[in-house]
């Protein structure tokens, strides 16, 4: 049985992850940083399952900001593979918060690295770093592919690029299995509700249910290329199971602007949704990026993966689980209050 450590075990991408991985075999260890409040939804389903055979699933508080707690658990754990999905990972609150960012998105991936040196794992564990298609920024190239040149537009994406070359650095330096999985935006039912994606169809859909009347928006003309997260986890176990690291761009290679996405959130509802957008400048970053589109070719000739959902899937997907949200929260408006 192999072993896998998990950091943002929590997030969306982590939530996917370990669903595959536990219906791999694998036994699953996820780090979470403590709260006074539970945060385990999305993979709280995954201890009751009843098709999963005994306890495979392990939580260790710990932070990306710690570098000692880091150093200990992979000692103890001994883990084959580790997949550092965890971060700060909204690009308009990076601006808010740069050094945070920074310290958790740029040196958390160093302090993992040099932990696993540390503990001596080296020629043992494989390493996954989730790089991002905001390292591409204002685009060199159009689409962009694993040899375009980086230029960031925000603390987010300057700490991916600090961490994807550190990803790099340790590859040639120590002959460690490390490798870059450069997603573009990629979202389900389980992407957080203050991600535009999201915001768009959990509105949408409260709207339709007569529970809110309008959403506010930034800028509507950003163009994403935008996949399905529940596929793109499945690129990230594929890299670590090549007999050689390398670095590759996961992408549908479409680009859609959110102006799109609302035209095709909206009209799944019956809704035109000029008569509820309104704009908010304070959604607007201070440097935007304007065109994100990948070319996953190499993915699909190295590894034989491509993405299967596409753009309006994609959206159908979120607004049928939202729409169901929706309907409870309206039932649940309806009942008597004590």
Same mark, same amino acid.
């Given at each position: 049985?192999?072993? @896998?450590?998990?950091?943002?075990?929590?997030?969306? *991408?982590?939530?996917?992850?370990?669903?595959?991985?536990?219906?791999?075999?694998?036994?699953?260890?996820?780090?979470?940083?403590?709260?006074?409040?539970?945060?385990?939804?999305?993979?709280?389903?995954?201890?009751?399952?009843?098709?999963?055979?005994?306890?495979?699933?392990?939580?260790?508080?710990?932070?990306?900001? *710690?570098?000692?707690?880091?150093?200990?658990?992979?000692? *103890?754990?001994?883990?084959?593979?580790?997949?550092?999905?965890?971060?700060?990972?909204?690009?308009?609150?990076?601006?808010?918060?740069?050094?945070?960012?920074? *310290?958790?998105?740029?040196?958390?991936?160093?302090?993992?690295? %040099?932990?696993?040196?540390?503990?001596?794992?080296?020629?043992?564990?494989?390493?996954?770093?989730?790089?991002?298609?905001?390292?591409?920024?204002?685009?060199?190239?159009?689409?962009?592919?694993?040899?375009?040149?980086?230029?960031?537009?925000?603390?987010?994406?300057?700490?991916?690029?600090?961490?994807?070359?550190?990803?790099?650095? &340790?590859? %040639?330096? &120590?002959?460690?299995?490390?490798?870059?999985?450069? $997603?573009?935006?990629? %979202?389900?039912?389980?992407?957080?509700?203050?991600?535009?994606?999201?915001?768009?169809?959990? @509105?949408?859909?409260?709207?339709?249910?007569?529970?809110?009347?309008?959403?506010?928006?930034?800028? $509507?003309? @950003?163009?994403?290329?935008?996949?399905?997260?529940?596929?793109?986890?499945?690129?990230?176990?594929?890299?670590?199971?090549?007999?050689?690291?390398?670095?590759?761009?996961?992408?549908?290679?479409?680009?859609?602007?959110?102006?799109?996405?609302?035209?095709?959130?909206?009209?799944?509802?019956?809704?035109?949704?000029?008569?509820?957008?309104?704009?908010? @400048?304070? &959604?607007?970053?201070?440097?935007?990026?304007?065109? $994100?589109?990948?070319?996953?070719?190499?993915?699909?000739?190295?590894?034989?993966?491509?993405?299967?959902?596409?753009?309006?899937?994609?959206?159908?997907?979120?607004?049928?689980?939202?729409?169901? $949200?929706?309907?409870? %929260?309206?039932?649940?408006?309806?009942?008597?209050?004590?």
């Amino acid at each position: 049985m192999k072993k @896998a450590l998990i950091t943002g075990i929590t997030g969306q *991408d982590g939530s996917y992850l370990a669903e595959l991985l536990l219906a791999k075999g694998y036994e699953v260890h996820g780090v979470i940083r403590r709260a006074s409040t539970f945060n385990t939804s999305r993979i709280d389903h995954l201890y009751r399952d009843p098709h999963v055979n005994g306890v495979k699933l392990f939580l260790h508080y710990g932070d990306l900001a *710690d570098a000692t707690q880091m150093i200990k658990l992979l000692y *103890d754990l001994q883990p084959e593979e580790i997949y550092n999905l965890g971060a700060q990972s909204h690009v308009r609150v990076s601006f808010d918060i740069p050094v945070y960012t920074g *310290d958790i998105d740029g040196l958390g991936a160093v302090r993992i690295l %040099e932990a696993i040196r540390e503990a001596g794992l080296v020629k043992k564990t494989r390493y996954y770093q989730a790089s991002s298609s905001e390292m591409f920024g204002k685009v060199q190239e159009v689409p962009q592919t694993e040899r375009t040149p980086f230029w960031p537009r925000s603390p987010y994406g300057c700490a991916k690029v600090y961490a994807h070359w550190l990803t790099v650095n &340790y590859r %040639e330096s &120590y002959q460690l299995h490390a490798s870059n999985g450069i $997603l573009f935006n990629h %979202e389900s039912p389980r992407r957080g509700e203050t991600f535009v994606t999201r915001k768009i169809t959990r @509105a949408a859909t409260r709207i339709k249910m007569g529970l809110q009347e309008h959403l506010y928006l930034g800028n $509507l003309d @950003a163009r994403r290329d935008w996949g399905y997260a529940k596929e793109y986890v499945e690129m990230m176990w594929l890299m670590l199971q090549q007999d050689a690291p390398d670095d590759y761009v996961v992408a549908t290679n479409e680009t859609h602007s959110v102006q799109e996405f609302c035209e095709e959130t909206f009209g799944l509802l019956g809704l035109d949704w000029r008569k509820y957008i309104k704009h908010d @400048a304070r &959604y607007e970053r201070p440097a935007e990026v304007d065109l $994100l589109i990948g070319d996953p070719a190499k993915a699909k000739r190295q590894l034989g993966w491509e993405p299967k959902v596409r753009f309006k899937g994609l959206i159908k997907i979120m607004v049928d689980a939202d729409l169901e $949200l929706a309907r409870r %929260e309206e039932q649940v408006s309806k009942l008597p209050r004590p």
